[in-house]
């Protein structure tokens, strides 16, 4: 058996699942209807919005725009996601440290931080909540705004779809829904585009998914990766937490 520079076995590379249905059939009555006024996707950084953009971009065809992450003005339909702001804060201080090299994506690399390891990543959310989130929501009606929870989509792309079709007015075949879980689920996404990229400063031109993108993807990994200083860390979000339906 071959390793890597990792030490984890290689596995022999496998066609990729395709990102887009082939039959056409199954989206052209959606991408019709929202022909030249395609939605836009918002999160909160590492939140969980590649994955939704990469979701809608299959519903749609190809045609949504990689996600943005900060404050803007459209006429168009926007679906938003956002995560427990703590998982969101490791999260981003797993992908930023050492320059971005040493990112870890097993149990095996894992790596706990300290309050002070992440507080600058903890503002960086913070000012994301403030001067994006809070204000997408301030300003913009439901009609034309759509927000989802992370961790009531992540395993359940059903109940995202079931939120999609009344906001865009659209009907989610059920072959397509399959077709969505077959194509995003993480098991797809580590093996054809996290786990050869390796580092996280590279990424896949098609998708944006980097390397060493998903660790867990599951709520709470902060109790697991900050210890003793997951009270800080809740004490700074308490605001936040409640105003966003989150438990302290």
């Not at 045609?63 to 427990?84: C, H, L, P, S, W």
Request: charged residues 35%.
């Amino acid at each position: 058996m071959e390793f890597d520079s990792y030490g984890t076995d290689i596995v022999p590379e496998q066609p990729k699942q395709p990102n887009f249905v082939e039959n056409e059939e199954l989206v052209n009555d959606i991408v019709d209807k929202y022909k030249n006024n395609f939605p836009i996707v918002y999160g909160i950084n590492r939140s969980g919005s590649t994955l939704l953009r990469n979701i809608m971009n299959t519903i749609f065809h190809g045609n949504i725009d990689v996600q943005r992450a900060e404050y803007f003005e459209t006429d168009r339909k926007i679906v938003g996601v956002y995560r427990d702001f703590r998982d969101a804060t490791v999260s981003r201080r797993r992908v930023n440290q050492n320059g971005q090299r040493n990112t870890f994506d097993t149990e095996e690399r894992k790596e706990t931080f300290r309050w002070g390891c992440v507080k600058g990543d903890a503002h960086e959310i913070k000012k994301q909540i403030k001067n994006n989130l809070n204000q997408l929501k301030e300003n913009y009606s439901t009609e034309q705004l759509l927000l989802v929870k992370y961790e009531n989509f992540h395993e359940d792309f059903d109940y995202l779809c079931d939120k999609l079709e009344p906001f865009f007015d659209i009907v989610i075949k059920k072959e397509l829904r399959e077709f969505l879980k077959i194509t995003w689920n993480k098991e797809r996404v580590r093996r054809d585009y996290t786990k050869p990229l390796k580092e996280f400063i590279q990424s896949d031109p098609e998708t944006d998914f980097h390397g060493g993108h998903i660790y867990k993807g599951i709520h709470g990994t902060w109790k697991e990766l900050m210890g003793e200083g997951g009270e800080r860390l809740t004490e700074y979000f308490a605001e936040d937490l409640e105003e966003w339906g989150y438990e302290l």
